[in-house]
């Protein structure tokens, strides 16, 4: 019984962090495109 709750367990917790892997990649490329417009080569809106 409690192997089976334990793998229940492991299931969830594989899922939730490749949610948050893929949530931290997103965000990571977001802000990667954020410092570019910012700091990269002139020409933007200011």
């Known amino acids: 019984?409690?192997?089976?709750?334990?793998?229940?367990l492991i299931n969830t917790v594989v899922k939730s962090h490749?949610?948050?892997?893929y949530a931290l990649m997103a965000f990571l490329l977001v802000a990667l495109g954020v410092l570019l417009r910012r700091y990269g080569p002139p020409g933007g809106d200011e």
């Open 1 to 8: 019984m409690n192997e089976l709750i334990n793998d229940e």
């Open 18 to 21: 490749e949610w948050a892997l």
